[in-house]
């Protein structure tokens, strides 16, 4: 089966791991640390804190920009966890429609903000394509709201804007942990924030007796391993050839694909193509689903990126609400084309032949 994402593991991942686990530190130990370190080094951040999944660094982003009953601007096409962490803050996201190219529409975002008291905005590099920095500086300053990036699709150096980044290492991702996940920010106050919430709200303090530490926040145990950090180094090693050939499988569907099956963007250089969605003219989804069943049946096992948010029946019950009509056509139009490492160009043919059939 050809999956949309696949991680790719080498000897040298497998040795990282077994290293480790013939060490002293299976849980918290040097690799933790060390992994921390190279992340922060390579996305360009002060301070990374590693977490147990992506979901778990948004949760904990939350709790440190949002009090309860904030209003949060983000965007109804990306995976349920971002507007999540908006709700385990007990905050209340707000759904802004989307442009051509599947990001937050940022001139509708301004809109908003003229018109409501709004505390945050959760602003998703969907398929690795960073947004229009200008504007989202320009929108932090003039109306005084925090910035979140939800970078689970992006890997790349940050260039400061944001008050908070968050990163997913799940196996489909640009480099795994099996499980993992990172929030990164240069403001050192939120840092220990973070590390006190991942691990229990803890803070060490054996000033009295040497067995005391004080428990000061209500957190989580959201910690990464070593063993999981060992693999997160390792892999480290590889991105720029996982990112440099995940460029080169969406240079080649741009050049191959038929004049149908539409790329959703340009083929743009720095986009860091976690996933290379393109666009076809259905009637409806059924006619998607058949579509999809024929691919599947031909061993290509594509997936939709992603169901409008508030479409899910909890968001629904929950009485939140959108009116988001390029979100609709997108979610109609669009499906995501195997794009990883280990993808053979025979494979990317095989890939590209197989639509022709199913939609040609
Ligand atoms: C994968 C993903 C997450 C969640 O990451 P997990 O590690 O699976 O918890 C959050 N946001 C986006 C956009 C993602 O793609």
């Not at 949309?4 to 918290?28: P, R, W």
Request: hydrophobic letters at 35%; charged letters at 25%.
């Amino acid at each position: 089966m050809i999956n949309y994402g696949k991680q790719s593991i080498n000897q040298d991942d497998i040795n990282a791991v077994v290293d480790t686990l013939k060490s002293d530190f299976l849980t918290t130990g040097p690799k933790v640390k060390e992994f921390e370190e190279k992340l922060a080094k390579k996305l360009n951040f002060k301070y990374v804190v590693a977490v147990s999944n992506g979901t778990a660094a948004l949760h904990l982003a939350s709790l440190c920009l949002l009090n309860k009953g904030d209003k949060v601007i983000t965007t109804p096409i990306s995976f349920i966890a971002t507007s999540n962490s908006i709700l385990y803050a007990n905050a209340k996201p707000i759904f802004v429609d989307i442009q051509k190219n599947g990001l937050i529409n940022l001139d509708l975002v301004e809109e908003k903000l003229k018109k409501e008291n709004i505390k945050a905005i959760y602003l998703v590099s969907l398929t690795g394509l960073m947004f229009d920095e200008e504007k989202v500086k320009y929108l932090k300053e003039k109306y005084n709201v925090k910035i979140l990036y939800d970078n689970a699709h992006y890997f790349g150096r940050d260039s400061g804007i944001c008050d908070i980044a968050t990163y997913s290492f799940h196996p489909v991702k640009h480099i795994t942990t099996f499980e993992g996940g990172a929030v990164a920010t240069n403001d050192k106050k939120t840092y220990e924030k973070l590390l006190r919430l991942r691990n229990h709200g803890i803070v060490k303090d054996n000033s009295m007796y040497p067995w005391e530490y004080k428990m000061i926040d209500l957190g989580f145990n959201y910690r990464l391993s070593d063993v999981a950090s060992a693999l997160g180094i390792s892999q480290l090693e590889r991105v720029d050839k996982f990112l440099e050939k995940r460029k080169e499988i969406a240079k080649y569907y741009h050049q191959n694909l038929p004049s149908y099956i539409k790329p959703l963007y340009p083929y743009n250089e720095n986009s860091s193509y976690h996933l290379f969605v393109v666009q076809y003219d259905f009637k409806n989804l059924d006619e998607k689903a058949k579509f999809f069943t024929k691919m599947k049946q031909k061993g290509i096992n594509l997936q939709v990126h992603y169901i409008p948010i508030y479409k899910h029946p909890y968001y629904k019950k929950r009485g939140i609400k959108a009116s988001c009509p390029n979100a609709e056509e997108y979610y109609l139009n669009s499906f995501s084309l195997p794009i990883y490492y280990d993808l053979s160009f025979e494979e990317v043919d095989y890939v590209i032949d197989s639509l022709k059939g199913c939609l040609g």
